[in-house]
């Protein structure tokens, strides 16, 4: 059974870290590139995908990676927050 809860767990931990990924993905996105490049908006489901290519394209194992999916998880959502966060400070002296 706590097999079972773990796996949903690391399941739903991984689907809040994407999407959480990919909210503040399109939020720097829309504040900088937009205005500067004149491109069109990224939706929620589009910044998920450019943030799963970025990913493939710039991740190296090392030595130093945790195997610990939950630990990782939680990395890249307070990682992504608090890029938003300074993308957000940074917006407002736009």
Same mark, same amino acid.
């Given at each position: ?9 690391? @399941? $739903?931990?991984? @689907?809040?870290?994407?999407? @959480? ?7 720097? =996105?829309? =504040?900088? $590139?937009?205005? !500067?490049? +004149? *491109?069109?908006? *990224?939706?929620? @489901?589009? +910044? ?9 394209? =710039? %991740? ?9 999916? !939950?630990? %990782?998880?939680? &990395? !890249?959502?307070? &990682?992504?927050?608090?890029? =938003?966060?300074?993308? +957000?400070?940074? %917006?407002?002296?736009?």
């Amino acid at each position: 059974m706590n097999t079972i809860a773990e796996f949903l767990g690391n @399941i $739903i931990l991984g @689907i809040i870290s994407v999407v @959480i990924t990919g909210f503040v993905l399109s939020k720097l =996105w829309f =504040w900088f $590139i937009v205005p !500067v490049f +004149a *491109l069109p908006e *990224l939706r929620l @489901i589009e +910044a998920i995908g450019l943030s799963f290519l970025i990913s493939f394209v =710039w %991740h190296r194992k090392s030595d130093d990676d945790t195997d610990d999916f !939950v630990e %990782h998880a939680l &990395y !890249v959502i307070v &990682y992504s927050l608090t890029m =938003w966060g300074g993308g +957000a400070i940074v %917006h407002l002296f736009m």
